[in-house]
């Protein structure tokens, strides 16, 4: 059976049911790096901000829940995976470290809260998406204040695949990057632990990482 490593961090023990559940792996909490040894994929939960320093912006009172020892054992954790081809799957703040970690400058405080917008409640799948994931769902939940922008041709020239973007400031603005793909990466801005067994986008990313791990199991 494969296993997967899961940092602690937001849903955490809903992240392992989905991934037991829709993937049938096993997992292991990672701790520190050596913990990392043995895993067959990465995932790297939501939780509080990325540290600016990480993308090269400087500290600000915009920003709350910044951990530099979780950013130095995450952005360690995603090096090493890189370095032998472990596949990760990042939710929410995951998505975001993943971001950094590729180079990009995340928006450190989008212009409205995600949870709440326009006087209805996105944590119940409703924020619109546009992109390929809209073949599974219209929608995803949202519960965020940082975001991936949506840099098109810097992300291409990574070999990223946008999968999905949202809106943010205005309706049609289509500024943040909701999903992406890597070589050896998948990651969503919102929460796909949380409806995974009813939400089809949110089953969808996690079917994808069950077949990064597959394969790279099957080239191993």
């Not at 990223?160 to 943010?168: G, K, Q």
Request: glycine letters at 12%; proline letters at 5%; hydrophobic letters at 40%.
């Amino acid at each position: 059976m494969a296993v997967i490593g899961v940092t602690t961090g937001a849903f955490d023990a809903d992240i392992v049911q989905g991934i037991r559940r829709v993937g049938g792996f096993g997992t292991k909490w990672i701790n520190d790096l050596d913990d990392m040894h043995g895993i067959d994929g990465l995932v790297l939960p939501g939780g509080g901000d990325v540290h600016p320093e990480r993308y090269g912006e400087p500290m600000s009172n915009l920003i709350y829940g910044a951990s530099r020892d979780r950013d130095e054992l995450e952005f360690g954790a995603v090096r090493i995976a890189n370095n032998l081809g472990i596949p990760i799957f990042g939710i929410c703040r995951g998505h975001q470290v993943l971001g950094a970690s590729a180079g990009i400058k995340l928006i450190p405080n989008i212009s409205y809260n995600h949870t709440q917008l326009g006087g209805r409640d996105w944590r119940h799948s409703a924020h619109p998406i546009y992109g390929p994931m809209q073949e599974f769902s219209p929608g995803v939940n949202s519960l965020h204040h940082q975001a991936v922008p949506n840099q098109a041709e810097l992300l291409a020239e990574l070999g990223i695949e946008i999968l999905a973007v949202s809106d943010n400031a205005e309706v049609g603005d289509r500024v943040i990057v909701e999903a992406m793909r890597g070589p050896n990466f998948i990651s969503c801005q919102w929460h796909p632990e949380l409806d995974w067994n009813t939400w089809p986008a949110s089953r969808q990313m996690f079917l994808y990482f069950k077949e990064m791990v597959e394969s790279h199991a099957t080239e191993r």
